[in-house]
């Protein structure tokens, strides 16, 4: 058994039964990214679960470098917007990209200001790597000015026109 380092904060995605699937679909989307570990629900796993013998329990997979596991556990929770992940994007492009691989088959519902659900339930944020700049500017009406216009993004954030809110007079 070799002896790894592992993250010391990983985060855990609760998955009714489709752990393994979503690794592979967020994996195919971002570089970087790898499926590391599957393992197996036993005989003596799965006392109390409704999950069957050698059904998928966890996979272990990398987004970017950063390390998260997706258990199947059955129907008992499920996703919610209070946890979200942000993708930072240098370019529209990158929104473009990562917009449009997310949001395949999730909930149109719930697009907004950047805001997505993917397929799964699992929220994210699609949004320009200088967002928070902007919008923590020392001067307040520039700040102010991004804002209302972030607020008024109906889906997917266009990274110009946060530009220009920001540098308009």
Request: glycine share 6%; with cysteine; hydrophobic share 35%.
């Amino acid at each position: 058994m070799s002896i790894n380092k592992i993250q010391k904060i990983t985060t855990n995605l609760w998955f009714n039964n489709e752990a393994e699937e979503a690794a592979k679909f967020y994996t195919s989307i971002f570089p970087n990214s790898k499926v590391s570990r599957v393992t197996r629900y036993g005989k003596d796993k799965n006392e109390g679960n409704p999950l069957s013998e050698e059904k998928v329990m966890t996979v272990e997979f990398q987004l970017e470098g950063q390390d998260f596991v997706g258990l199947n556990g059955g129907p008992r929770y499920k996703f919610t917007e209070a946890i979200s992940f942000i993708v930072n994007c240098e370019t529209q492009e990158e929104i473009d990209y990562f917009w449009d691989k997310l949001s395949e088959g999730g909930d149109e519902k719930a697009q907004v200001c950047g805001w997505l659900k993917d397929k799964f339930g699992v929220s994210w944020q699609v949004v320009p790597a200088t967002l928070n700049e902007m919008v923590s500017d020392e001067d307040p009406v520039k700040a102010e000015r991004v804002m209302k216009a972030l607020l008024q993004t109906k889906t997917k954030i266009n990274m110009e026109q946060l530009k220009k809110a920001y540098e308009s007079n």
